[in-house]
């Protein structure tokens, strides 16, 4: 049974950074994708940016290109998303997800069969 369950959301200070975490289990796919979504309050789950499963292709969304990083380290079953110059737009929960097939890039959440639990990204002033 696949497991996902992410850590180290906070609240952060405009132009401040956090490092969130993803630790996977569970899963005997080969081949896979892991990525990050977020949503904040009253609008839809929204794609941030995914990672191959040897790490060789990312994806980001616009808004978060130049100031967020994914990255995985696969002898710890890790997946994290580096994010700096926060925005008070950046205020939302962020999920894991991760899903089996080969397709290099899908940004929809009903593309992803296997979720966390979220955890909550404050920007405070």
């Known amino acids: 049974q696949v497991q996902l369950v992410e850590s180290g959301g906070g609240l952060v200070q405009p132009g401040g950074s956090l490092r969130l975490s993803c630790a996977a289990s569970?899963?005997?796919?080969?081949?896979?994708?892991m990525a990050w979504f977020r949503q904040a309050p009253g609008k839809e789950r929204e794609f941030v940016a995914s990672?191959?499963?040897?790490?060789?292709?990312?994806y980001y969304v616009d808004s978060v290109k130049g100031r967020f990083t994914i990255s995985r380290d696969n002898a710890k079953n890790t997946m994290y998303l580096q994010m700096s110059s926060l925005e008070p737009e950046d205020t939302a929960v962020y999920y894991c997800?991760?899903?089996?097939?080969?397709?290099?890039?899908?940004?929809?959440?009903?593309?992803?069969?296997?979720w966390g639990q979220g955890t909550q990204v404050t920007g405070s002033s």
């Open positions: 997800a991760l899903r089996s097939d080969i397709v290099e890039v899908v940004t929809t959440a009903s593309g992803y069969s296997y």
């Open positions: 569970g899963w005997t796919f080969r081949r896979y994708y």
């Open positions: 990672i191959s499963w040897n790490g060789g292709s990312t």
